[in-house]
Each structure stands twice: as structure tokens, then as C-alpha cells.
């Protein structure tokens, strides 16, 4: 019953910067992570930025040093700060969240598309 709404992307020149936002619509009790992957074609989906609920942070060597992921756990929001951007970075991105052990499946957002040119 949990939705994710994703906002934030679009098309941008190599350098710029995007932001990505993640929002649970619905009530939950519960949030052991979010986190944001992404699959561009002909790849498999990989993570881009995790954060937990202690805030704790993981990154994908490719993005280390430009993204920045950060939470409102208030508003159960995740948030994607993407600067510098490459061309590799072009993928449908989604949005993740692990609601923890008192639940049988994660949730997935619809996806959103950044496409990075030049």
C-alpha cells in the first residue's frame, strides 16, 4: 500500500546539477532505509545512495564526491542532490524504501528519467 512519488528530473547539460526528492504518499510506521538506484539500457539496476534510518550512508564509487543523499524522516522523504553531471549518469532513477523485518516486501517508485547531454 506504500507509494513512492519521485520528482526532480529531467534533461541537463554535462556540469549541471539535478535534484532528485522521494516521498512516501501514504503512512508508515516504520523505515530502515531509502535510497535511490538506477538502470540505464542494457544494464542491470545498481545502487546509486543509500541512507538508513541511524543515517549512515552508502554511495556508488562512480558518484562518490558529487551526489549527496540526505533524509526528512518526518515527512519519510529521501533527497538527491546530483551535481557535476556525466554523461554515465543517464538512467531511469528510482526511488527505494525498506520499511524493515514487520513487513514482507520493499517499495519502488515509478522511476524518473535523467538524461545528461554533450
Known amino acids: 500500500q506504500v507509494k513512492l512519488v519521485e520528482s526532480g528530473g529531467g534533461l541537463v547539460q554535462a556540469g549541471g546539477s539535478l535534484r532528485l526528492s522521494c516521498t512516501a504518499s501514504?503512512?508508515?510506521?516504520?523505515?530502515?532505509?531509502m535510497g535511490w538506484y538506477r538502470q540505464a539500457p542494457g544494464k542491470q539496476r545498481e545502487l546509486v545512495a543509500l541512507i538508513t534510518n541511524a543515517d549512515t550512508t552508502n554511495y556508488s564509487d562512480s558518484v562518490k564526491g558529487r551526489f549527496t543523499i540526505s533524509r526528512d524522516s518526518a515527512k519519510a522523504a529521501v533527497y538527491l542532490q546530483m551535481n557535476n553531471l556525466k554523461r554515465e549518469d543517464t538512467a531511469l532513477y528510482y526511488c527505494?524504501?525498506?520499511?524493515?523485518?514487520?513487513?514482507?516486501?520493499?517499495?519502488w517508485g515509478q522511476g524518473t528519467q535523467v538524461t545528461v547531454s554533450s
Open positions: 501514504t503512512s508508515i510506521f516504520t523505515i530502515d532505509a
Open positions: 527505494y524504501l525498506d520499511p524493515g523485518p514487520w513487513y514482507s516486501n520493499d517499495y
